[in-house]
């Protein structure tokens, strides 16, 4: 599992994991 310079949404029990440029951000929903 790579961390690509995307941006890209996951959503995971109640939170959602949002990738941007290779930097992580955990938002609760």
Same mark, same amino acid.
């Given at each position: 599992? =790579?961390?690509?310079?995307?941006?890209?949404? %996951? $959503?995971? /029990?109640? #939170? #959602? %994991?949002?990738? /941007? =440029?290779? =930097? %992580?951000? $955990? %938002? =609760?929903?």
């Amino acid at each position: 599992q =790579s961390l690509k310079p995307t941006k890209q949404v %996951l $959503y995971i /029990d109640g #939170f #959602f %994991l949002t990738v /941007d =440029s290779g =930097s %992580l951000e $955990y %938002l =609760s929903k």
